[in-house]
């Protein structure tokens, strides 16, 4: 069964320092990944994706996330956090063949701090 | 280029009731997904609708039912309401089925149901 997990219930970060929320996964076949933010009382905005290629994948507003196949880890980083990054981020991984099913984890609140 | 709109933003319903939700996708999209976030969760899948037929369907009872359009607008209808579906849901467009579907989804602001 395909899965994710988000081991984080909230990263505190202060801003200027770099910041990462994890993810580890579970699939069958290769995993097509993506993270996922949403601002309160928002619906989700799409970051980035990783479906093949570079480990590192660039995505909007200055985050990028390093597949590790190894580790079966998709973590999101961003090298100097800003107080609006402060949002709920969600991973998720595709289902195989089923197009736009996505399984998300549970979410990691990121918390940036003047 | 129009995002995905849903309506109603918000609604209250009391158990047994039925509800619509609706949902325009993003112009050039022919696929609808629909997800539903409880408080403090992740979006579980409910099911998709390629080209007006169901493509995928979650572990939601026979309940939760949908409609997709010839425009790939998007209904949501749950009938005999329980607290529990108490959530936000969303609806989500994207291009292509299966294989071809890369899963980038498009997300509406959602409609937030309380059931009382």
């Known amino acids: ?54 480990n590192l994948v660039k995505g909007s507003y200055g985050f990028e996330a390093e597949f590790n196949k190894s580790q079966t880890s998709f973590h999101l ?3 100097s956090a800003l107080v609006s990054d402060s949002a709920l981020y969600f991973c998720a991984v595709r289902v195989y063949n089923q197009g736009g099913k996505l399984i998300f984890g549970q979410g990691t609140e990121l918390s940036v701090k003047p | 280029e129009t995002g995905v709109t849903q309506s109603p933003t918000h609604l209250i319903k009391t158990r047994g009731q039925q509800v619509t939700l609706r949902c325009s996708s993003q112009s050039g999209h022919n696929t609808v997904s629909w997800y539903q976030q ?47 579906d108490s959530a936000l849901y969303l609806c989500a467009s994207s291009q292509g089925g299966g294989e071809l579907n890369t899963g980038e989804l498009f997300f509406g602001e959602g409609s937030r149901l309380t059931v009382l």
């Open chain 1, 77 to 79: 980083k961003k090298p």
């Open chain 2, 38 to 84: 409880a408080l403090g969760q992740g979006p579980q899948f409910i099911f998709q609708y390629y080209r007006e037929e169901e493509n995928g369907r979650g572990n939601f009872p026979p309940r939760f039912s949908g409609l997709q359009f010839p425009n790939y607008s998007s209904e949501l209808n749950v009938n005999a309401l329980e607290l529990d």
């Open chain 1, 1 to 54: 069964a395909q899965s994710v997990a988000q081991p984080e219930d909230q990263v505190n970060v202060a801003e200027g320092n770099p910041l990462t929320v994890k993810c580890t996964y579970s699939v069958s076949g290769n995993p097509y990944l993506f993270w996922y933010v949403q601002y309160p009382n928002r619906g989700l905005q799409f970051l980035l994706k990783y479906i093949t290629g570079d």
